[in-house]
């Protein structure tokens, strides 16, 4: 059942700060020039040392929100999360969503809080932006993909998150806690984030950076540790391990229309002030200019199958020239390997099917994305041209990167492959991209294979090719393969 939306545009904005003097008035004022006015200010100082410091944030607040703060003061330190479990959790439901602002950090778009309120008000149950720092950097937030878990896209929505307060009940106090019962200090926002991604997949991703993150904090955690990746201490790291292991809550709010890869990129790139969202037509094979039309009707031609393919599973439409190159690698494969269960998976049935020489497997971890996939196949009946082995998730380092994919470990022998396409979103972070070719070697045929890294970013192509001319210098890397959405890797044995 939808939650109730009446109290939609009001906003308790949650801030926490300990050792703050340095930071919090700003914090606050920049808080007070926000054009909307339906704010509630929830302040919690997290036992600062000084006493003139723990009763500074309150005065200030009174005097910026008159009879629109509360101001609560630990008498030892708690850490964000039981913070936010106990504080927050107990004004919560007083309001429609919920905005997390640190005490050292600023907003920096002034109607941002006003926009975030309507779109609550259109039915979003969780907005955020991208940040910049004070050191001169911009995050890397970025859109959710409504169809897969959000555990396994990474962190895409830090820094000024905000959720529709309801949401918040549903979070048991252990999701702020470790194995062993003790409350986590780092990592909080996390752990506020993932429970709350988990039940619901109406988001909207506001390309501004809206929010300023105060990276030279010298009490930051990263700041703290010597061996900080980045904004991320050890401790961090830790914490966010500990988050990610818990059992993800139920999915109640599934997004209210389909979602696609072109609808999810189109919504990217809008413009983030509110705009009237209309139903988008389901994507079909681009025919725009000569080269689309003559590709797409060389393909009809050579697989009629793919009629089939473009009816029942839309949302793999793609570029009718990037098809005719699929089509062709199909064509000289003998075992395929799908990791990610991807909308592909439909075309490469048709183009399995037309070839009659290939073999496809598909092997992914997200049962709700397997699920439609046999579906698509049932429909289009295909279901028996590929087998899709479900794993668990695993594990991979290499370098400084970690990541999780599907535990090869499922195919039980079933290898050697000469082809494998790794889905776009198989990896949940893009940097973890570069995890790929190992991920995948033990799989390849000796005889000679083929990989290819889908539908990732010309930056990050070039990261991983990289790190694979590092560990192989005796491939081929090709980036920007298939139009240039594509890192491919070609073994020296292969024709």
Same mark, same amino acid.
């Given at each position: 059942?939808?939650?109730?939306?009446?109290?939609?545009?009001?906003?308790? !904005?949650?801030?926490?700060?300990?050792?703050?003097? %340095?930071?919090?008035?700003?914090?606050?004022?920049?808080? @007070?020039?926000?054009?909307?006015?339906? /704010?509630?200010?929830?302040? /919690?100082?997290?036992?600062?040392?000084?006493?003139?410091?723990?009763?500074?944030?309150?005065?200030?607040?009174?005097?910026?929100?008159?009879?629109?703060?509360? %101001?609560?003061?630990?008498? !030892?330190?708690?850490?964000?999360?039981? =913070?936010?479990?106990?504080?927050?959790?107990?004004?919560?439901?007083?309001?429609?969503?919920?905005?997390?602002?640190?005490?050292?950090?600023? $907003?920096?778009?002034?109607?941002?809080?006003?926009? %975030?309120?309507?779109?609550?008000?259109?039915?979003?149950?969780? !907005?955020?932006?991208?940040?910049?720092?004070?050191?001169?950097?911009?995050?890397?937030?970025? *859109?959710?993909?409504?169809?897969?878990?959000?555990?396994?896209?990474?962190?895409?929505?830090?820094?000024?998150?905000?959720?529709? @307060?309801?949401?918040?009940?549903?979070?048991?106090? =252990?999701?702020?806690? &470790?194995?062993?019962?003790?409350?986590?200090?780092?990592?909080?926002?996390?752990?506020? *984030?993932?429970?709350?991604? &988990?039940?619901?997949?109406?988001?909207?991703?506001?390309?501004?950076?809206?929010?300023?993150?105060?990276?030279?904090?010298?009490?930051?955690?990263?700041?703290?540790?010597?061996?900080? !990746?980045?904004?991320?201490?050890?401790? #961090?790291?830790?914490?966010?391990?500990?988050?990610?292991?818990?059992?993800?809550?139920?999915?109640?709010?599934?997004?209210?229309?389909?979602?696609?890869?072109?609808?999810?990129?189109?919504?990217?790139?809008?413009?983030?002030?509110?705009?009237?969202?209309?139903?988008?037509?389901?994507?079909?094979?681009?025919?725009?200019?000569?080269?689309?039309?003559?590709?797409?009707?060389?393909?009809?031609?050579?697989?009629?199958?793919?009629?089939?393919?473009?009816?029942?599973?839309?949302?793999?439409?793609?570029?009718?020239?990037?098809?005719?190159?699929?089509?062709?690698?199909?064509?000289?494969?003998?075992?395929?390997?799908?990791?990610?269960?991807?909308?592909?998976?439909?075309? $490469?049935?048709?183009?399995?099917?037309?070839?009659?020489?290939?073999?496809?497997?598909?092997?992914? @971890?997200?049962?709700?994305?397997?699920?439609?996939?046999?579906?698509?196949?049932?429909? @289009?009946?295909?279901?028996?041209?590929? #087998?899709?082995?479900?794993?668990?998730?695993?594990?991979?380092?290499?370098?400084?990167?970690?990541?999780?994919?599907?535990?090869?470990?499922?195919?039980?022998? #079933?290898?050697?492959?000469?082809?494998?396409?790794? *889905?776009?979103?198989?990896?949940? *972070?893009?940097?973890?991209?570069?995890?790929?070719?190992?991920?995948?070697?033990?799989?390849? =045929?000796?005889?000679?294979?083929?990989?290819?890294?889908?539908?990732?970013?010309?930056?990050?192509?070039?990261?991983?090719?990289?790190?694979?001319?590092?560990?192989?210098?005796?491939?081929?890397?090709?980036?920007?393969?298939?139009?240039?959405?594509?890192?491919?890797?070609?073994?020296?044995?292969?024709?």
């Amino acid at each position: 059942m939808d939650h109730p939306i009446a109290l939609d545009s009001h906003a308790l !904005v949650f801030m926490t700060g300990r050792n703050c003097e %340095m930071y919090v008035g700003d914090a606050l004022k920049s808080l @007070a020039r926000q054009t909307h006015d339906e /704010v509630h200010v929830l302040f /919690v100082d997290d036992a600062s040392e000084r006493r003139h410091v723990r009763t500074s944030p309150g005065t200030t607040s009174a005097a910026l929100f008159p009879g629109r703060h509360t %101001m609560v003061v630990n008498d !030892v330190s708690w850490g964000k999360a039981r =913070s936010a479990s106990t504080h927050l959790r107990a004004l919560a439901p007083q309001y429609g969503f919920v905005a997390v602002l640190d005490a050292d950090d600023q $907003l920096i778009e002034p109607t941002i809080l006003a926009t %975030m309120a309507r779109e609550y008000a259109e039915g979003c149950d969780v !907005v955020w932006t991208n940040f910049v720092t004070d050191r001169g950097g911009t995050g890397r937030n970025q *859109a959710l993909d409504p169809t897969l878990s959000p555990r396994l896209q990474g962190w895409r929505t830090s820094h000024f998150f905000s959720f529709r @307060a309801s949401l918040f009940a549903n979070v048991d106090p =252990s999701y702020f806690q &470790d194995d062993d019962g003790r409350w986590l200090t780092a990592a909080c926002d996390f752990a506020i *984030a993932f429970p709350i991604l &988990d039940q619901t997949r109406r988001y909207r991703f506001l390309p501004v950076n809206a929010y300023r993150y105060t990276a030279s904090n010298p009490y930051s955690h990263h700041n703290l540790d010597p061996q900080s !990746v980045g904004l991320s201490s050890r401790h #961090q790291a830790a914490s966010a391990r500990i988050v990610l292991a818990k059992p993800a809550l139920p999915c109640t709010r599934p997004a209210r229309e389909a979602v696609d890869p072109v609808s999810a990129a189109a919504a990217v790139a809008r413009p983030w002030a509110p705009v009237v969202r209309e139903r988008t037509a389901a994507p079909t094979v681009a025919a725009t200019d000569p080269w689309s039309a003559a590709a797409a009707a060389e393909l009809v031609r050579r697989c009629p199958r793919v009629l089939a393919a473009l009816r029942h599973a839309p949302a793999a439409a793609a570029d009718p020239v990037f098809l005719n190159d699929l089509h062709a690698a199909v064509g000289r494969a003998r075992r395929v390997l799908e990791i990610g269960a991807s909308p592909l998976l439909g075309w $490469l049935a048709a183009f399995a099917a037309d070839t009659g020489t290939a073999t496809i497997t598909s092997l992914a @971890a997200d049962t709700d994305r397997i699920n439609a996939r046999r579906r698509e196949l049932r429909l @289009a009946g295909a279901e028996t041209s590929v #087998q899709i082995i479900e794993s668990r998730w695993a594990e991979l380092t290499l370098g400084d990167t970690t990541g999780y994919l599907p535990d090869p470990g499922a195919l039980d022998g #079933q290898a050697p492959f000469d082809l494998v396409i790794v *889905a776009p979103d198989a990896w949940g *972070a893009r940097v973890a991209a570069n995890l790929a070719l190992p991920a995948v070697a033990p799989l390849l =045929s000796l005889e000679g294979f083929t990989v290819h890294l889908q539908g990732v970013d010309a930056d990050v192509q070039q990261d991983a090719a990289a790190q694979w001319r590092a560990l192989a210098p005796e491939l081929e890397l090709l980036c920007g393969d298939f139009g240039g959405s594509v890192l491919t890797v070609i073994s020296g044995a292969t024709n």
